[in-house]
């Protein structure tokens, strides 16, 4: 069984900061890419950040500047800086990362946490 559990979600005012993190545990092989995705109401769910597990990064192009994504291979976590927080930024943050366990590749999920930017 894999589980991501994240932590780090809250209630901050614009201009603010905020970091994510997230933990993978479980019978894992390997872990390939890891990231960021959010939702919020009424609008799809999108990427915001993923690095593999070499380091090369992507980033939506609403965060370029602001957020940094980075993982510990060992510990299994990717991490989430978010900066110059906006009231736009504001939705349920979901863990993701792209891995094999009992010989199957898939993608796993998160369970969510929110995020709210607002004055």
């Known amino acids: 069984q894999v589980q991501l559990v994240e932590s780090g979600g809250g209630l901050v005012q614009p201009g603010g900061s905020l970091r994510l993190s997230c933990v993978a545990s479980?019978?894992?092989?390997?872990?390939?890419?890891m990231g960021w995705y959010r939702q919020a109401p009424g609008k799809q769910r999108e990427l915001v950040a993923a690095?593999?597990?070499?380091?090369?990064?992507n980033y939506a192009d609403s965060v370029k500047g602001r957020f940094t994504v980075s993982r510990d291979n060992y510990k299994k976590t990717v991490n989430l800086q978010m900066s110059s927080l906006k009231p736009e930024d504001t939705a349920l943050y979901y863990c993701?990362?792209?891995?094999?366990?009992?010989?199957?590749?898939?993608?796993?999920w998160g369970q969510g946490t929110q995020v709210t930017v607002s004055a």
């Open positions: 479980g019978s894992i092989f390997s872990i390939y890419t």
């Open positions: 690095i593999t597990s070499k380091g090369d990064t």
């Open positions: 993701n990362a792209n891995l094999v366990s009992q010989m199957q590749r898939r993608d796993y």
